[in-house]
């Protein structure tokens, strides 16, 4: 389970058989335990499954969701004349 501040981990799980009218299920963990696993959905829904309806699970890995939640810097000016660094090394800008 992830702890009080740290980033979800993000889980995929497959079914034996269909529920709800699909085998595959993505979603933020919600618990490993002794008999099943849980997810919440991107439409919030909490699903939870014994461990003989899981085909496969897996862990879902995005690498770029930590440079997607930073904060995009500001520019310092709309113009675009140029950054300055041309005219620091002698070359024109």
């Given at each position: 389970m992830?702890?009080?501040?740290?980033?979800?981990?993000?889980?995929?799980?497959?079914?034996?058989?269909?529920?709800?009218?699909?085998?595959?299920?993505?979603?933020?963990?919600?618990?490993?335990?002794?008999?099943?696993?849980?997810?919440?959905?991107e439409?919030?829904?909490?699903?939870?499954?014994?461990?003989?309806?899981?085909?496969?699970?897996?862990?879902?890995?995005?690498?770029?969701?930590?440079?997607?939640?930073r904060?995009?810097?500001?520019?310092?000016?709309?113009?675009?004349?140029?950054?300055?660094?041309?005219?620091?090394?002698?070359?024109?800008?």
């Amino acid at each position: 389970m992830p702890s009080r501040g740290s980033r979800a981990q993000r889980a995929g799980l497959a079914l034996h058989e269909a529920r709800d009218g699909r085998r595959n299920f993505e979603g933020v963990l919600l618990g490993l335990e002794r008999r099943s696993a849980g997810v919440r959905t991107e439409d919030g829904q909490e699903h939870w499954f014994g461990w003989a309806e899981v085909r496969s699970a897996r862990l879902v890995v995005d690498p770029w969701a930590g440079a997607r939640k930073r904060p995009v810097p500001e520019m310092r000016d709309a113009g675009i004349e140029g950054t300055g660094r041309a005219r620091a090394r002698g070359g024109a800008g």
